[in-house]
């Protein structure tokens, strides 16, 4: 019995030595890692909170502090920029908002697409994408079940000396995604702000943590559902950093906060 072999085509060496295209366009992968890279400190603190919630102390660089206070700046004084919205009853949150990628709205949530003047978000930059992206996954070193998620909303507040943040549950997002434990990715610029969390509203019960310029709040898996909120505003404890950004930036006295979410 002959024994039946596959023939394997010989090698068009013209066609090996033809030039391969070589193209000069950035991939998006390759783009948010060396936004990335200009935005991570080599050296940063870790501390954890919870089950799938871990801070991340100096996180960011300097460079990534004043870029993202930037583009910020480049967006908000046009349409879909900062403005003071309102809770159900139609009192001002003390506090300025503006979104990204798509629109939340404390009242509507995520039912419409534009804003009341009819202005709709700017697009969300592929930096921000990068940096939740990134931080998840050096949180995922230390935390195995923590689940990764691709943000399409970034809500920027800005908050003044006086303002504040009521407790609440980020838990306007798709259920499927909630379930999951898709974790929240929130970044602090700025003045510090005393930050409380936990698993129930009785303020009494609650713990709570400085957030500094610099660092990187993440909360997913079972503490995706944490009241949190913003009790005050404060001076930093080392104000030479915030100083140089505020420098830099032409930034006013605040905290500008970024929270980054898959909706």
Same mark, same amino acid.
């Given at each position: @019995?002959?024994?039946?072999?596959?023939?394997?085509?010989?090698?068009?060496?013209?066609?090996?030595?033809?030039?391969?295209?070589? $193209?000069?366009?950035?991939?998006?992968?390759?783009?948010?890692?060396? !936004?990335?890279?200009?935005?991570?400190n080599?050296?940063?603190?870790?501390?954890?909170?919870?089950?799938?919630? !871990?801070?991340?102390?100096?996180?960011?660089?300097?460079?990534?502090?004043?870029?993202?206070?930037?583009?910020?700046?480049?967006?908000? @004084?046009g349409?879909?920029?900062?403005?003071?919205?309102?809770?159900?009853?139609?009192?001002?949150?003390?506090?300025? @908002? @503006?979104?990204?990628?798509?629109?939340?709205?404390? !009242?509507?949530?995520?039912?419409?697409?534009?804003?009341?003047?009819?202005?709709?978000?700017?697009?969300?930059?592929?930096?921000?994408? $990068?940096?939740?992206?990134?931080?998840?996954?050096?949180?995922?070193?230390?935390?195995?079940?923590?689940?990764?998620?691709?943000p399409?909303?970034?809500?920027?507040?800005?908050?003044?000396?006086?303002?504040?943040?009521?407790?609440?549950?980020?838990?306007?997002?798709?259920?499927?995604?909630?379930?999951?434990?898709?974790?929240v990715?929130?970044?602090?610029?700025?003045?510090?702000?005393e930050?409380?969390?936990?698993?129930?509203?009785?303020?009494?019960?609650?713990?709570k !943590?400085?957030?500094?310029?610099?660092?990187?709040?993440?909360?997913?898996?079972? $503490?995706?559902?944490?009241?949190?909120?913003?009790?005050?505003?404060?001076?930093?404890?080392?104000?030479?950093?915030?100083?140089?950004?505020?420098?830099?930036t032409?930034?006013?006295?605040?905290?500008?906060?970024?929270?980054?979410?898959? $909706?």
């Amino acid at each position: @019995m002959l024994k039946q072999y596959h023939s394997i085509p010989s090698p068009n060496i013209e066609d090996e030595n033809k030039a391969k295209p070589f $193209s000069l366009i950035m991939t998006d992968r390759v783009r948010r890692n060396l !936004v990335f890279d200009r935005w991570r400190n080599f050296m940063f603190g870790r501390k954890e909170l919870g089950p799938g919630m !871990v801070l991340f102390k100096n996180y960011l660089t300097h460079m990534g502090q004043v870029d993202i206070v930037n583009i910020c700046q480049k967006w908000a @004084m046009g349409p879909g920029g900062f403005y003071r919205p309102s809770n159900r009853s139609g009192a001002k949150l003390r506090l300025h @908002m @503006m979104c990204f990628g798509r629109l939340w709205d404390p !009242v509507t949530k995520y039912e419409k697409s534009y804003r009341s003047d009819g202005s709709a978000p700017p697009p969300l930059p592929y930096e921000f994408i $990068s940096l939740a992206e990134n931080a998840i996954e050096d949180a995922q070193l230390h935390m195995k079940l923590l689940p990764s998620m691709l943000p399409d909303i970034c809500v920027a507040n800005f908050y003044s000396y006086g303002d504040r943040l009521g407790l609440h549950q980020d838990c306007d997002e798709h259920v499927g995604g909630l379930d999951r434990g898709l974790p929240v990715v929130s970044v602090s610029i700025g003045e510090s702000a005393e930050f409380l969390y936990g698993h129930t509203r009785d303020e009494n019960k609650l713990e709570k !943590v400085l957030l500094e310029s610099g660092d990187v709040l993440i909360f997913g898996g079972k $503490s995706r559902r944490i009241f949190h909120g913003v009790r005050r505003i404060i001076p930093p404890l080392d104000p030479t950093g915030v100083s140089q950004v505020i420098e830099e930036t032409g930034l006013i006295l605040g905290r500008l906060n970024l929270t980054l979410k898959q $909706s």
